[in-house]
């Protein structure tokens, strides 16, 4: 293995996470910045709240877009660098890394929901298709993004230990469940005191602290 070049590669992607899609997507179409409003979070939930729900749809396919990238690139390039057959697993958690950790945005960044189940599809297609359908469904359902999340988070990083999956994916995905868990704590604590907002209810223009 090519420790170096394995380096450079996890710091390209976590630089591929850093994008803000939602701050991008939002400044591109003369909206409020998604941090000035609702949960301050810089994701499509919340770019969603503001009301715009194209903004909303390109946040979420850019920040999904950010994992599997990552994922697919090392892919490519693995063999021949000479990088691990664990390096693309890694190379999508650099890229939530990134997401959650912005450099572009002083490390205050998103929920990482999207971009975990981008890299989850890149990694390993059959639960990342099982993950989106089961977010879909509980979110149709209780019309709380966190709850689908918390859910997706945990019976992900199960149904890995069910079936055979590519070299550090198990590994790679508990950790994303982990951070992804650790940053709805806040949320979880609305829902256990009735106060959590709905997936579409609009926002207010003040911001509560992001994370």
Do not use: Q
């Not at 979110?139 to 999340?149: H, K, P």
Request: aromatic share 8%; net charge positive; charged share 10%.
């Amino acid at each position: 293995m090519n420790a170096a070049a394995l380096a450079l590669v996890l710091l390209l992607a976590y630089l591929l996470g850093s994008l803000p899609f939602a701050v991008l997507v939002s400044r591109a179409l003369g909206l409020a910045d998604p941090r000035s409003f609702g949960s301050g979070n810089p994701g499509a939930t919340n770019v969603l709240r503001g009301g715009n729900r194209l903004a909303a749809a390109l946040t979420l396919i850019g920040d999904a877009a950010k994992g599997a990238a990552a994922v697919v690139l090392c892919r490519a390039i693995a063999e021949t660098f000479s990088l691990g057959p664990a390096a693309p697993a890694w190379a999508g958690a650099a890229a939530f890394a990134g997401h959650l950790y912005p450099v572009f945005l002083r490390f205050r960044g998103g929920k990482g929901v999207a971009t975990f189940l981008g890299t989850l599809l890149a990694l390993v297609p059959l639960v990342g298709v099982a993950t989106c359908l089961l977010w879909l469904g509980i979110a149709a359902l209780f019309r709380y993004s966190s709850v689908a999340s918390v859910v997706c988070a945990i019976s992900a990083s199960l149904a890995l230990f069910g079936i055979e999956s590519p070299p550090g994916a198990r590994a790679a995905v508990v950790l994303m469940s982990a951070f992804l868990l650790w940053r709805h704590r806040r949320n979880i604590a609305k829902l256990l005191s009735g106060t959590e907002s709905k997936i579409g209810e609009r926002a207010s223009s003040s911001a509560a602290p992001p994370g």
